[in-house]
């Protein structure tokens, strides 16, 4: 039985993960402009994956989570510039900010704290709102969030950008980034308390019967989704080597939110195969805008990409709102082999 | 009042909250129409701003025209918008979850907002200016205050609309089946109630609230761009549950303690600290939500857990 449920397991994640090492091999083998859609389609997976945490897990939508991957980033941006830059970029800085820098992973690590410790704080109210108001709650998270990063220049760089940030080069870092992020998605969805909340986003009242606490229970994957959305922040500002408060508001939002609905928001494999396929689509959209030739000249008018990939988005919505995966996680298709009619005498059944 | 109190009062003239009451009134006029809809459909709008950003881009490309056909233009346009997006969104999703309705009307307002952009940049640059309605903007010296005559205008059709909406839904026949559907819809359809003919009132009436929002925005900030009314529009729909979103005048309330809140807030901070208004104001909402979670202004307790 427990065999089973590895095999299960191993399954499961293999299909996910294995997609992720492909797209990172391809973005080896393509040219240097090219690479950088295939280390954001990474990158979205990260973040995709952390979103789905929460809101995939509890049911409960939430629009504050990419505050999250903002507060990461600028975390984990501001404290790998080099001392020496540092006081030229961001002169207004606290002192412990300015003279302290962190290696990448370490930076990265910090990135998880800050962000957890943050949704762990803001959680505490804001889990105790039922499902769609505490939807609609979390948007006063992503509006403070943004407010202070882009005015509060004793913390970052405020309305401009933040660069000289040190960059991962290559898929090694976006890769192993999304494998960690997945895995520790997919370890906590398997736990008991991915699954006592995950009873309650089928039936939150059955589930209090039980003695799920919900309210708590939230409160747990809102932080878990805090901590690895500010992981994805600092893979994503080390992917780029630059962010500004806009970039990571409201747009990232409606993204990543399209990408989690598009693959499926109850799944796993749905949240990592939306990112990939919907961050594809976006690529290929915005180079569209610039004009590009895939055959027939296709040049689009800037603005295209957002009414395509949100008429796709609503359209999936009103027609199957469990997403291209129908919610279900991966599984190898099913083949009918002969083999399961043979008599049940097993080889090891038979050795001593 | 404490040592920390007075200071900051101080700074709270007859100005402050004049000021703070128009803007009230304004986000009082939006929470209604996200509440109409939300009462009957149970469904969050979040593409409400986009309806009034339509009726913006309606009044800036209409600035030619006689004010008033002008405003008649962006009523027409913003009901029919509204009209279309009920049939082509909202009719579709009716059997859906509150949860995907709001994401669907999110994306919708995505949508709403680049064919916003696609129209608006043929002339080569963001933002269209709307400067027929300006003359509204002058103040007028009421004893030492001044009241520009569109925070006059706001109240007053606040107050207006909120009475017409208050007798359409308590003295008619249609607004008891309004209030019929937005008790319970199912039952209400089973007795009789044409269900079509509730949702369309109620989306008229939204749309009608939305256009007369984007004239008093307009007037106030004459220069109209895609995310026109994007950001008042989630200030309102958080005020909305602040208030509690489950009664259309506990929803009313929310949306006009938000924006009074925010007007008296910024009266209050020092000037070099007015940057910080959303984050003061979000975080009060919070600190609310702390305090109550069902509502502030909602009688009793409700769980999380909802049974429908």
């Not at chain 1, 520790?184 to 939150?204: N, P």
């Not at chain 2, 400067?131 to 009421?142: A, F, R």
Request: aromatic content about 6%; proline content about 4%.
């Amino acid at each position: 039985m427990s065999t089973l449920r590895n095999r299960t397991a191993a399954v499961e994640l293999l299909g996910p993960g294995l997609l992720i090492v492909a797209v990172g091999l391809v973005a080896t083998r393509v040219s240097q402009a090219n690479e950088l859609y295939f280390l954001n389609a990474l990158v979205a997976v990260s973040m995709v994956v952390a979103v789905y945490v929460f809101v995939g897990n509890s049911g409960v939508l939430s629009f504050g989570q990419i505050s999250f991957v903002a507060v990461g980033g600028f975390a984990s941006g501001v404290m790998t510039i080099p001392v020496e830059s540092k006081s030229g970029v961001l002169p207004d800085l606290f002192p412990i900010l300015r003279d302290h820098t962190l290696g990448n992973v370490s930076s990265l690590v910090l990135a998880a704290l800050v962000g957890g410790v943050l949704a762990l704080v803001l959680g505490l109210p804001l889990m105790r709102l039922s499902g769609l108001a505490a939807g609609i709650a979390t948007f006063a998270v992503l509006e403070i969030t943004h407010n202070v990063l882009r005015e509060w220049t004793k913390i970052g760089p405020g309305a401009t950008t933040l660069s000289l940030i040190p960059e991962s080069s290559g898929p090694t870092q976006p890769v192993i980034g999304a494998l960690v992020v997945m895995a520790i998605a997919y370890g906590y969805q398997r736990s008991r308390l991915g699954r006592m909340l995950r009873a309650s986003r089928e039936d939150a009242a059955a589930a209090e019967a039980v003695g799920v606490n919900v309210h708590r229970q939230r409160l747990w994957a809102f932080t878990l989704s805090g901590a690895l959305a500010g992981f994805a922040g600092g893979l994503y500002v080390h992917m780029l080597g630059s962010i500004t408060a806009d970039s990571v508001y409201l747009e990232l939002t409606f993204l990543t939110l399209a990408m989690l609905v598009f693959g499926g928001a109850t799944s796993l494999w749905g949240a990592v195969l939306g990112a990939l396929v919907v961050s594809g689509l976006d690529s290929f959209l915005s180079q569209a805008e610039q004009g590009v030739n895939v055959g027939v000249k296709l040049d689009l008018p800037q603005g295209t990409t957002l009414i395509i990939l949100g008429t796709i988005m609503a359209t999936m919505l009103i027609l199957r709102p469990s997403g291209i995966t129908g919610g279900r996680e991966f599984s190898l298709p099913r083949v009918r082999r002969p083999a399961a009619r043979r008599p049940p005498a097993t080889p090891e059944r038979t050795a001593p | 009042m404490n040592a920390l109190g007075a200071p900051v009062l101080a700074t709270i003239n007859a100005q402050v909250v004049v000021d703070a009451i128009g803007l009230g009134a304004t986000y009082a006029l939006m929470a209604v129409g996200i509440g109409l809809v939300f009462g009957i459909l149970r469904l969050v709008n979040f593409a409400y701003g986009q309806l009034i950003m339509a009726g913006a881009y309606t009044l800036a490309y209409t600035s030619s025209w006689p004010v008033a056909w002008s405003i008649v233009a962006c009523f027409g346009v913003v009901i029919a918008l509204s009209l279309l997006m009920e049939r082509a969104v909202f009719r579709p999703l009716r059997e859906q979850s509150p949860t995907v309705m709001l994401v669907t009307t999110f994306a919708i307002s995505f949508v709403l907002q680049s064919i916003a952009l696609l129209i608006d940049i043929r002339d080569g640059q963001i933002g269209e200016p709307a400067p027929s309605l300006t003359s509204l903007n002058v103040p007028i010296s009421i004893d030492g205050v001044d009241v520009r005559k569109v925070t006059i205008v706001a109240v007053l059709v606040a107050i207006g609309a909120l009475g017409a909406l208050a007798l359409l839904l308590g003295r008619t026949e249609i607004g008891l089946r309004t209030r019929a559907a937005a008790a319970d819809f199912r039952t209400a359809r089973l007795l009789g109630v044409k269900a079509n003919q509730v949702i369309g009132l109620a989306v008229v009436l939204s749309g009608a609230l939305a256009a007369t929002v984007a004239v008093i925005l307009t007037v106030q900030t004459p220069f109209v761009t895609p995310d026109f009314a994007l950001h008042d529009t989630i200030i309102v729909l958080v005020g909305v549950v602040v208030g509690g979103i489950d009664r259309l005048w506990t929803a009313t309330l929310g949306g006009f303690a938000i924006g009074f809140v925010s007007g008296i807030v910024n009266g209050a901070l020092p000037t070099d600290s007015t940057v910080y208004l959303p984050s003061v104001v979000f975080a009060l909402v919070i600190l609310v939500l702390l305090l109550r979670p069902a509502g502030l202004f909602v009688r009793g307790r409700t769980s999380v857990v909802d049974r429908v």
